[in-house]
């Protein structure tokens, strides 16, 4: 028996920190992490329909006999990297670390088996490893023997203490995977539950492949960009780079990510630009560039940062167009709106109220998020006497003092404001 280097501070937070359905997604990553490119959910079920148990298999290299303390005896206690929530991914393909999801089984099941298969030398090694709820800081494993079985991990958990949703757990598999399979699409990379791949496509509201060129160099760009119903779980709006053999070698936020207007999309980008590439250096040129490859500051790389923005601002243009719709209709419904008398022209200056509402809705969708009815309310007045009272230029001082507004969303701000004003006088 081995005893796991975790405190009950540890698991206390463990457990306040993972649900059910996070923790199955930790072991999940587990097997990607693994190099596996097929990982499968299966839930077995008893003669009444109850959940018995749950299994989890993947095809990756296993969990070495060597390697087996680094995984399961070392626990860290930080809070940042206990919480699911919080934790930075810095690659697409590690996720499970520190022994964390190894654990939270403990969050539904009683009892957690592995069997795994691993490469020693020239032959194949399998072992099992078992861990129970009541005695979570002791493990107990079997001595490796010589297999003939595949490479690759089954974990099994049994006397299962919470019924499962299966439909909400496939939403959330799909939130939290749908973004990795669509990477490792090409790839073949696969999860499977209850041996059905993992339907994402639902989550897909649009998407769109284009293909830029950097004619001076003939770079070209294979471009997907997908944007999302919903927000899919802890990864954000990012870049992903590929190289010419569909390996991913860079991610980043895309500039539009965070913009708390639930605009939530990726983009996958593959050239052969990447297959040496120094995404870590940014000299234009110099004996750097010439012993790794190009640089942040090549300009087929600047060329490729801008056909992106540009098209993710095609994109999103029209979105927020129809969100800000919903924008004056949440206000109305709260009550915001001044009562505007029958006076000549109350109309046109309720019209561009709403007007300029929408265009600083898609300017700065963070300004309307989170408001409480008396917020609005306040916005909304003070806002419209603003426009009462104030001359254009002033306003315009104003409400770009309010918000990072520059280049072409200032210039279309501007023109709104002469439009409106020309419109009313």
């Known amino acids: 028996m081995e005893k796991v280097q975790i405190t009950p501070r540890g698991i206390k937070r463990t457990l306040q920190k993972f649900d059910s359905q996070q923790a199955i997604a930790e072991y999940i990553w587990n097997g990607f992490d693994a190099n596996a490119s097929r990982v499968e959910l299966t839930m077995e079920r008893n003669e009444l329909g109850g959940l018995e148990r749950i299994s989890i298999q993947d095809n990756g290299h296993g969990i070495r006999r060597q390697g087996l303390e680094h995984k399961f005896k070392i626990f860290y206690e930080s809070e940042k990297q206990i919480d699911p929530g919080s934790r930075v991914r810095m690659s697409s393909t590690m996720h499970g670390k520190n022994g964390i999801g190894r654990l939270t089984f403990h969050s539904f099941a009683s009892l957690a088996t592995w069997k795994t298969t691993y490469t020693d030398g020239l032959t194949h090694k399998s072992y099992t490893i078992r861990i129970a709820s009541e005695t979570i800081d002791t493990y107990a494993l079997t001595e490796p023997v010589v297999s003939v079985e595949t490479l690759g991990t089954e974990v099994v958990f049994e006397h299962l203490h919470r019924e499962l949703n ?166 109305a419904a709260s009550e915001a709106f001044p009562a505007l008398d029958e006076a000549s022209g109350s109309s046109q200056r309720k019209e561009e109220l709403e007007q300029v509402i929408k265009e600083l809705y898609r300017i700065e969708p963070r300004m309307f998020t989170r408001l409480n009815p008396e917020q609005k309310r306040a916005f909304t007045h003070m806002l419209d006497l603003l426009l009462e009272s104030a001359s254009r230029e002033r306003l315009l001082a104003v409400l770009t003092g309010m918000m990072e507004v520059s280049g072409p969303e200032r210039k279309e701000l501007e023109a709104l404001l002469v439009r409106e004003a020309a419109g009313i006088e």
Not at 181 to 190: C, I, M, N, P, V
Not at 277 to 298: A, I
């Open 166 to 331: 299966v439909n909400q757990l496939e939403a959330y598999l799909a939130r939290e995977f749908g973004w990795f399979l669509e990477l490792h699409a090409a790839s073949g990379f696969e999860l499977l539950l209850d041996g059905q791949p993992l339907n994402y496509e639902q989550l897909i509201a649009e998407r769109a492949r284009v293909e830029l060129e950097h004619e001076p160099t003939r770079t070209k760009f294979a471009v997907t960009f997908i944007r999302w119903r919903e927000r899919i779980n802890n990864e954000y709006s990012r870049l992903y780079f590929l190289d010419s053999a569909r390996n991913e070698r860079h991610k980043q936020p895309t500039t539009f990510n965070n913009k708390g207007d639930a605009f939530h999309h990726s983009v996958y980008i593959r050239s052969r630009l990447f297959d040496h590439f120094d995404f870590m250096s940014h000299d234009q040129y110099g004996q750097q560039e010439l012993s790794f490859g190009l640089s942040r500051k090549s300009e087929p790389f600047q060329f490729l940062l801008e056909g992106i923005n540009q098209l993710i601002h095609s994109k999103r243009k029209p979105f927020l167009k129809s969100s800000s719709e919903a924008v004056i209709a949440d206000l």
